[in-house]
DNA sequence: CCGTTCCTGGAT
DNA sequence: ATCCAGGAACGG
């Protein structure tokens, strides 16, 4: 459930051996609903194409093909809350919300799996990957070397009165967090949620960037939280479920102070906080 | 810029 | 039987 940046990234990986080489031998499109870019026709036309790369960015996968013909095209696709892609090395039974299914000469699915169908596909050639809704507006990466302080500090400089959950949430500022990672990040430097940026002092801004950095990658080393029902491609669960510090944790006490963590909704999402150690007010607004 | 919408299964 | 979860597009 709810693929975050190392869930996906956690896909990706566990895709890449598979898929890299592989030839397409035919594509059934079971509900063209999961299709956003591209005709389902232009799904079906990918027979004889071969995969050349799994590519992330942010929450979307990006998976590059060389068709029979010679074109450049790339299958990105997003999970949104409980999108799946499963590997199988050999012909299953299509499961319950089986949307798309890739045949590949060796035998071999790839099945696109979506219970509450907000999961997307798209299909366009690889100068048109900017028309992929989201992607062209996408935030750098926090692990990625262009991604610092500074930067970020300038994508929250124009909306100063948002809440600090509501950015680390905007892929704008940001990409990859969603609401488990954002709460997690926010335990970790010590910010309230509903904390406006504009209150947050550079220091603040550096916990929060060193956070985003460090429970990332700690994340994607253990696979991923698998905190309902998401599994990898090859249907192996997340071992970051028990490194969580607040998230789905209302009651249980905070693990620096043992003050029972609260839950609250803040911009329509549950957030879990510590309301010790993340104070509403910054030290500087309550002496003034 | 915030609230609403999409969608289904699981919880109550 | 009703409510709730939530990423991102969309509308007021």
Known sequence: MMPEL?????????????????????????????ITGGSQEAFQELAGA??????????????DLKTSDGQDKV??????????????????????????RFNFQNGAE??????????RLWLVALEEIHTVSGLNTLAPEPMDEDFSVEVWERNIANRKKSLAK??????????????????E??????????????????????????????ILQEAIRLRGTSFRDYVDSDNRRGGYLDMLQCFMREGQPCPRCGTPIKRIKVVGRSSYYCPRCQRRKSKAAKKA
């Open 6 to 34: 190392p869930e996906v990234e956690t896909i990706r990986a566990s895709l890449e051996p598979h898929l890299v080489g592989a030839e397409i031998k035919s594509v059934e499109v079971l509900n063209p609903v999961v």
């Open 50 to 63: 071969v995969f050349t790369a799994a590519r992330r960015r942010g929450k979307y996968l990006l998976f």
């Open 75 to 100: 299958l990105v696709a997003h999970m949104r809350m409980t999108g799946r892609l499963l590997w199988h090395s050999a012909k299953q039974p299509l499961e319950k919300h089986s949307h798309l």
């Open 110 to 119: 790839l099945v696109f799996v979506d219970v509450r169908r907000f999961g």
């Open 166 to 183: 509501g950015v680390l949430l905007d892929q704008r500022a940001v990409a990859g967090l969603g609401n488990i990672y954002a709460d």
């Open 185 to 214: 990040v926010l335990f970790a430097a010590k910010v309230h949620p509903e904390r406006r940026v504009e209150t947050l002092s550079h220091r603040d801004n550096m916990n929060l960037c060193r956070a985003m950095q460090a």
